[in-house]
């Protein structure tokens, strides 16, 4: 199956996630990296987390961009389900984050709002299919001298967005887990 619906137990609204792409990572690649994500957020563990998110990316680091693409794309979908709103325009288009991360990045308020743009453009990818999320990789290498600063970038807009669902009293982590394995996605295998 290529697609799963999940329904959010507090509306009944149902948000359909797209199977991750197998050519770009694994379903139990994503759950692994849930975790190293949740892990960055927290300030004491954010050096650890950066150690296995560069062993995670060592030789294609298009995995890990693509699975933080895939994770804040299914934290969307989740969004649009649980406010009945649309999820590109409601959700992906007002991604962003004001908090201390932002201040850090070292980034003015182009380069900030550029690569922010970029991130969205990259979830909206995702969320539509495999070979645009494939060429949005393959264009981003091409064009960003460091992809390690893109990298940084989604995880410092997970951290935003994770605290915004946890302030509305939706549960972002062990959300991919749950999602992965209920549609059968962690193996990789198309007969689930």
Same mark, same amino acid.
């Given at each position: 199956?290529?697609?799963?619906?999940?329904? @959010?137990?507090?509306?009944?609204?149902?948000?359909? !996630?797209?199977?991750? +792409?197998?050519?770009?990572?694994?379903?139990?690649?994503?759950?692994?990296?849930?975790?190293?994500?949740?892990?960055?957020?927290?300030?004491?563990?954010?050096?650890?987390?950066?150690?296995?998110?560069?062993?995670?990316?060592?030789?294609?680091?298009?995995?890990?961009?693509?699975?933080?693409?895939?994770?804040?794309?299914?934290?969307?979908?989740?969004?649009?389900?649980?406010?009945? +709103? @649309?999820?590109?325009?409601?959700?992906?288009?007002? &991604?962003?984050?004001?908090?201390?991360?932002?201040?850090?990045?070292?980034?003015?308020?182009?380069?900030?709002?550029?690569?922010?743009?970029?991130?969205?453009?990259?979830? !909206?990818?995702?969320?539509? @299919?495999?070979?645009?999320?494939?060429?949005? &990789?393959?264009?981003?290498?091409?064009?960003?001298?460091?992809?390690?600063?893109?990298?940084?970038?989604? &995880?410092?807009?997970?951290?935003?967005?994770?605290?915004?669902?946890?302030?509305?009293?939706?549960?972002?982590?062990?959300?991919?887990?749950?999602?992965?394995?209920?549609?059968?996605?962690?193996?990789?295998?198309?007969?689930?």
């Amino acid at each position: 199956m290529d697609t799963v619906e999940i329904e @959010d137990r507090r509306t009944g609204r149902v948000a359909s !996630v797209r199977r991750p +792409a197998e050519s770009l990572t694994r379903g139990s690649e994503l759950i692994a990296l849930e975790g190293m994500v949740h892990a960055w957020c927290n300030p004491v563990r954010e050096e650890d987390a950066e150690r296995e998110l560069d062993r995670l990316a060592a030789g294609r680091p298009e995995r890990v961009l693509y699975g933080l693409l895939w994770l804040l794309g299914l934290w969307c979908s989740l969004v649009g389900a649980r406010v009945g +709103a @649309d999820v590109e325009q409601a959700c992906v288009g007002t &991604l962003d984050y004001r908090g201390v991360r932002r201040e850090l990045s070292g980034l003015d308020d182009e380069g900030w709002a550029t690569l922010t743009q970029l991130v969205r453009r990259g979830v !909206v990818a995702v969320l539509h @299919d495999e070979g645009e999320a494939a060429e949005y &990789l393959r264009t981003m290498a091409t064009l960003i001298p460091g992809l390690g600063t893109l990298r940084r970038h989604l &995880l410092t807009l997970a951290d935003g967005f994770s605290q915004d669902m946890e302030r509305n009293d939706l549960t972002p982590w062990g959300a991919a887990a749950h999602v992965i394995r209920t549609a059968g996605w962690e193996d990789g295998g198309r007969d689930s």
